[in-house]
Each structure stands twice: as structure tokens, then as C-alpha cells.
Antibody, heavy 121, light 107 residues
Framework: QVHLQQWGPGLVKPSETLSLTCVVSGGSFNSYYWTWIRQPPGKGLEWIGDILSTGTTNDSPSLKSRVSMSVDTSKNQFSLRLTSVTAADTAVYFC???????????????WGPGALVTVSS | DIQMTQSPSSLSASVGDRVTITCRASQIMNSYVNWYQQKPGTAPKLLIS???SLRNGFPSRFRGSGSGTDFTLTISNLQPEDFAIYYCQQTSSRPHSFGQGTKLEIK
């Protein structure tokens, strides 16, 4: 059974950098799109970006280059950094495994439990 | 970016009812639409992939359909455990955007 667990500071000050890490257990780390999604309190889901085990990344233009992602295949983990945070970045951040079917797109089949990150001074 | 317009935003129904949730994409796409179910305080769960493939663990009363720009999730014979928030997602092009969500509540 694949399991994802994320961790990081629950409180970040405005203008600082949010950092989260997600570790994957119970399955292969290769050939998947390791994905970050966030959900502001009481609101919907926002796709942040994904990263392959090779290090190739894709991120959302709406975050205007504040996002960087990295992967550590030796530890089966991947990380998210979001710079210059504001209160608008307060959200539950999820990590998830993306599977590319090759013919009907991709899907997110395993998710971490989510981590609330609050941006406040 | 592709926008996914989901409707309705909320829906009130009774046990045993049949409901339909719709997602309209801003561009024509193949079957690159997924549906997720989210219950309070938990991560979303993949419900349907590739527009119509029901995932293991979900009963056959859930049905996904659609093509082009219009996709639907139909739930028949609603059960108490089905009351949740449902999201569509497109994976035709990045960013892999989600619909705004539909909150399905008990009437």
C-alpha cells in the first residue's frame, strides 16, 4: 500500500518561504508525477505543480515563479518551496502521486493527509 | 490555462435520490477528466479517472461520462456516505486545474 506523509512548519511569517516535504513509502518512486495541491480554508483545490523522479518540474503560472520543487530519490521524498508568502497562501497543502496513463491523461491516486500552513506574523 | 466550470456549487438531496454534477471545460479535450470525493478534514479520494473509469472501492452507483467539453458525474440511489464535496479535474494540459467543487448535502 502506498503511503504519503508530509511535514513542514505550520506557521510561516509573511514574506518568508514556505517549505514542505513529502515522503513516499510502499511503492516505487520512479515514473510518477509527484504533485502538490493546496486548499485554502473552506475553499476548493488548487493544483500547484508536479515533479518527476528525474527532476523535471511543471508548476502553475498563477504562482508567478514563487514555486520551486525538488526530489530526493535516495529518500523517496520530494519537496515544495514557496517564496514571498502572504496570507493568501494560508492553506492545507497536500502531496499526491500522479499517474500518467498515456492515453486518458493522468490522475492522482494516492494523497497525503494534508498539512495546514498558516501565514501570519 | 483550461478553466473547469463545475455546477451546481451545492446540491441538496435525499437518500435514494439520483443527482448529476456537471463540469464544463473551456477547451475541447479528450477523456482527460477525473472526479474526486472529499469528506471533511480528509484528503480527496480519486473516484473516477479518464472520464468514466470507476476506481476500486467505489460502488457502481457512481457513473462518469462525457466528452469534448462537457462531463458529468451521476450518483444514483444516494446513500448517507455519499454526502461530500465532489471535484472535477482536467489533465489535458498543465496546470491540471480543478472545478470549484460541488457540496452534496442531505435534504
Amino acid at each position: 500500500q502506498v503511503h504519503l506523509q508530509q511535514w513542514g512548519p505550520g506557521l510561516v511569517k509573511p514574506s518568508e518561504t514556505l517549505s514542505l516535504t513529502c515522503v513516499v513509502s510502499g511503492g516505487s518512486f520512479n515514473s510518477y508525477y509527484w504533485t502538490w495541491i493546496r486548499q485554502p480554508p473552506g475553499k476548493g483545490l488548487e493544483w500547484i505543480g508536479d515533479i518527476l523522479s528525474t527532476g523535471t518540474t511543471n508548476d502553475s503560472p498563477s504562482l508567478k515563479s514563487r514555486v520551486s520543487m525538488s526530489v530526493d530519490t535516495s529518500k523517496n521524498q520530494f519537496s515544495l518551496r514557496l517564496t514571498s508568502v502572504t496570507a493568501a497562501d494560508t492553506a492545507v497543502y497536500f502531496c499526491a502521486r500522479g499517474v500518467d496513463t498515456g492515453y486518458v491523461g493522468s490522475y492522482l491516486d494516492y494523497w497525503g493527509p494534508g498539512a495546514l500552513v498558516t501565514v501570519s506574523s | 490555462d483550461i478553466q473547469m466550470t463545475q455546477s451546481p456549487s451545492s446540491l441538496s438531496a435525499s437518500v435514494g435520490d439520483r443527482v448529476t454534477i456537471t463540469c464544463r471545460a473551456s477547451q475541447i479535450m479528450n477523456s482527460y477528466v477525473n472526479w474526486y470525493q472529499q469528506k471533511p478534514g480528509t484528503a480527496p479520494k480519486l473516484l473516477i479517472s479518464g472520464a468514466s473509469s470507476l476506481r476500486n472501492g467505489f460502488p457502481s452507483r457512481f457513473r462518469g461520462s462525457g466528452s469534448g467539453t462537457d462531463f458529468t458525474l451521476t450518483i444514483s440511489n444516494l446513500q448517507p456516505e455519499d454526502f461530500a464535496i465532489y471535484y472535477c479535474q482536467q489533465t489535458s494540459s498543465r496546470p491540471h486545474s480543478f472545478g470549484q467543487g460541488t457540496k452534496l448535502e442531505i435534504k
